[in-house]
């Protein structure tokens, strides 16, 4: 059973810069998507970046440019460096993981938009003006 942990939010004024990690344990699958993922107030819960186990890497146009998704694949952590933070991004974020080691060899993965199995915690991310 994989677990996601985050850490790394806390409180930043517009403009600034923070990193989110998250730390993924019993996660051994060969073929995955990991994404980041995060729920502002009030709304629904959005996908913001995603990293396939090909390398493809895909943003949601509200981050592009201004985030980056990394992975470490010797310490089995996700990153998401967050810069230009602006009020808006304010939301608590979750990692979220999902196995695709059941799909056939040519399946080529939208991570962005994937239905995933594992969820973090979350971690909140607030920005003021």
């Known amino acids: 059973q994989a677990q996601l942990v985050e850490s790394g939010g806390g409180s930043v004024q517009a403009g600034g810069s923070l990193r989110l990690s998250c730390a993924a344990s019993g996660y051994t699958y060969r073929r995955y998507c990991m994404g980041w993922f995060r729920q502002p107030p009030g709304n629904e819960r959005e996908g913001i970046a995603a990293?396939?186990?090909?390398?493809?890497?895909s943003y949601a146009d509200s981050v592009k440019g201004r985030f980056t998704i990394s992975k470490d694949n010797a310490k089995n952590e996700l990153t998401l460096q967050m810069d230009s933070l602006k009020p808006e991004d304010t939301a608590m974020y979750y990692c979220?993981?999902?196995?695709?080691?059941?799909?056939?060899?040519?399946?080529?993965?939208?991570?962005?938009?994937?239905?995933?199995?594992?969820w973090g915690q979350g971690t909140q991310v607030t920005v003021s003006s």
């Open positions: 990293i396939g186990s090909n390398g493809q890497i």
């Open positions: 979220a993981a999902v196995g695709l080691d059941d799909k056939p060899w040519w399946y080529r993965p939208v991570c962005l938009s994937f239905k995933y199995e594992y």
